[in-house]
Structure formats: structure tokens, C-alpha cells
């Protein structure tokens, strides 16, 4: 399978450089029809707009987050700004339900939209790969279709046996803004770290840094030194690509710097833990094997 699909690869890069975009990765969905238990549904929280696409329940979604880019949900309505809410916007769609989870903000806009009486639920934040199936337990369970959701996890469950990568290559994940002066490494929880850890390699932040995000330093990443850095392509946009990678601090002076080992995955797939992400960890230990090689 890994041979196959190294061969059949189109998305390598000049260099070493390896870009993972939604059209390398497949999802799971049902074709079942359900009754659900309401008709307007807006989402924001992360990867549940993904999964109600996958409950074949696109018909009741009605408003999205910004995070939500599936080419499928492009004709749903954005009602954030950046990833703040905005209430207004949420309300004027008419909802009878509203998902979000912790990191859903700012209160003030929950607040206005529970006061407009419209029903909000929160469901779990997912960063790891057993956090998948609680998090559709969770929406089908809102939206009055549970037996599409256990469906759906037992479909996954066919796909949860990850490709892994000989050598347990050494990685990194930068999380980079450089448009608002944010660089950070990633640690343990970032949710990066499971998928690392799936396809057999080792996340050096997890390992050593106290925290999910860390700052970026040159003496924290030469300590570190991984083999392979792993980003969103966003991020590496807003450095100036390899290029402007290269010259941040610590980074050049890396195996993964040196040998150019960078892999960069679409911003909506890398942490949203949703019914693509196993084909995504398979994508990603073929790239991670490519750019090593």
C-alpha cells in the first residue's frame, strides 16, 4: 500500500518539501437517509461540519465556521469572523441548533445566541485519534441520529490500522502565523502528536517541551532537531514558503533544515479529527517516508 501509493504520488514537491491537500485524503460517509430531530443546524466547532457532511445530514446545515473549508460546504454560509462568532449572523440564519465546543468564542456571542432562545449544545473537543468516535457519538446524538453515528464509527473502524513508517522518524510541528508574529512548537496534546505517534514516528516536542504550544526559539528547535518538520500550509505561506522557513530561528541549522524534510498538510485537515483523518495519517506517513528518503 505505501509502495503504491509513493509511486503513484503527484503532490511532491521542488526539494524535499511534500504538501497534503484534501484532494489526496478520502472520508467515510452513509448514504442512509435519516430523520433528524431538527431542520437548522449551524456548526462551530471544529470538524463537525465534516462529520455532518458524512451523516449525509448536509440538508439541516444552514451556517458554518471559518474552519469548516470542505470543498462539499462551500455554499454554506461562513458566520464567523476569522474564528470569532458572530452572533448576528448566527441568528439571522434561524437555527433551531447551534454546536459548538470549548474553544467556540467569544461568550458574549454564545451568550447572545442562547438568549435569542435557540437551542445550543457543546460537544467534545477532539486531538486525538480515540477521540474520533465520542465526537460523532456526540453530533449525531444533537442532531437526533444516532444510529447514523454508530454507522459511521464502525465504517471508520475499518480504516483505524495506519500505515507506519520504518525508522521511527524524528518530527516536529510548527504551528506558524508569521502574518501576526506567532511561531510555535508544537508539545504534548497538540494534537499533531497523535498522528505523529500513528504512522510510528516520534514527536520530538511531545517528548520534550512542558506544553501543547511552545515558543519557537532556535535553542528549543536545535535541541530538538528533528528529522521532518511537519506544518499547515497556511503556515507555511505566511513565512514566504521553504524559503522563509529556512530563516527562521534554529530551523537551517536542523537535520530536517538541512535536508529541506518539510511536510505541509491543508489547514482544515491536519487537527480536525473527523472522518478523513485516517486517510490523512495514511498521507501522511507516505510523505513523511518520501521526504526522509
Not at 214 to 220: F, G, I, Y
Not at 224 to 235: E, F, I, R
Not at 246 to 265: I, M, S
Given at each position: 500500500m505505501l509502495a503504491l501509493a509513493l509511486s503513484g504520488c503527484a503532490n511532491s514537491q521542488?526539494?524535499?518539501?511534500?504538501?497534503?491537500?484534501?484532494?489526496?485524503?478520502?472520508?467515510?460517509?452513509?448514504n442512509e437517509t435519516s430523520v433528524f430531530a431538527v431542520a437548522r443546524v449551524v456548526v462551530l466547532a471544529n470538524g463537525v461540519a465534516e462529520i455532518m457532511?458524512?451523516?449525509?445530514?448536509?440538508?439541516?446545515?444552514?451556517?458554518?465556521?471559518?474552519?469548516?473549508?470542505?470543498?462539499?460546504?462551500?455554499?454554506?454560509?461562513?458566520?464567523?469572523?476569522?474564528?470569532?462568532?458572530?452572533?448576528?449572523?448566527?441568528?439571522?440564519?434561524?437555527?433551531?441548533?447551534?454546536?459548538v465546543d470549548a474553544s467556540t468564542g467569544p461568550k458574549a456571542a454564545i451568550d447572545q445566541i442562547k438568549a435569542a432562545k435557540i437551542?445550543?449544545?457543546?460537544?467534545?473537543?477532539?486531538?486525538?485519534?480515540?477521540?474520533?468516535?465520542?465526537?460523532?457519538?456526540?453530533v449525531s446524538n444533537a442532531i437526533g441520529a444516532p444510529t447514523a453515528g454508530e454507522t459511521l464509527i464502525s465504517k471508520l473502524a475499518v480504516q483505524a490500522k495506519p500505515v507506519i513508517v520504518p525508522g521511527k522518524p524524528r518530527i516536529a510541528f510548527l504551528y506558524l502565523r508569521g502574518t501576526s508574529a506567532i511561531y510555535?512548537?508544537?508539545?504534548?496534546?497538540?494534537?499533531a502528536d497523535?498522528?505523529?505517534?500513528?504512522?510510528?514516528?516520534?514527536?520530538?516536542?511531545?517528548?520534550?517541551?512542558?506544553?501543547?504550544?511552545?515558543?519557537?526559539?532556535?535553542?528549543?528547535?536545535?535541541?530538538?532537531?528533528?528529522?521532518?518538520?511537519?506544518?499547515?500550509?497556511?503556515?507555511?505561506?505566511?513565512?514566504?514558503?521553504?524559503?522563509?522557513?529556512?530563516?527562521?530561528?534554529?530551523?537551517?541549522?536542523?537535520?530536517?533544515?538541512?535536508?529541506?524534510?518539510?511536510?505541509?498538510?491543508?489547514?482544515?485537515?491536519l487537527l480536525a479529527f473527523g472522518p478523513r483523518t485516517y486517510s490523512l495519517v495514511n498521507a501522511l506517513a507516505v510523505a513523511v517516508t518520501k521526504v526522509i528518503k
Open positions: 521542488a526539494l524535499n518539501e511534500y504538501s497534503i491537500s484534501e484532494s489526496d485524503v478520502s472520508t467515510v460517509s452513509i457532511d458524512s451523516l449525509n445530514a448536509r440538508s439541516i446545515l444552514v451556517g458554518r465556521d471559518i474552519s469548516s473549508t470542505e470543498f462539499s460546504l462551500q455554499s454554506i454560509p461562513i458566520v464567523t469572523s476569522g474564528h470569532q462568532v458572530i452572533a448576528e449572523k448566527v441568528i439571522a440564519l434561524k437555527p433551531d441548533l447551534v454546536i437551542k445550543v449544545v457543546q460537544t467534545p473537543e477532539s486531538w486525538t485519534l480515540a477521540d474520533i468516535a465520542p465526537k460523532i457519538r456526540a510555535l512548537v508544537g508539545g504534548p496534546g497538540s494534537g497523535s498522528l505523529i505517534s500513528a504512522i510510528g514516528g516520534v514527536d520530538v516536542g511531545a517528548q520534550e517541551l512542558p506544553r501543547a504550544f511552545n515558543t519557537l526559539t532556535a535553542e528549543s528547535l536545535a535541541a530538538l532537531n528533528p528529522d521532518v518538520l511537519l506544518l499547515m500550509t497556511k503556515g507555511l505561506e505566511s513565512v514566504g514558503g521553504i524559503d522563509g522557513l529556512l530563516k527562521l530561528p534554529g530551523v537551517a541549522q536542523t537535520l530536517a533544515g538541512k535536508n529541506k524534510a518539510v511536510v505541509d498538510v491543508d489547514d482544515s485537515l
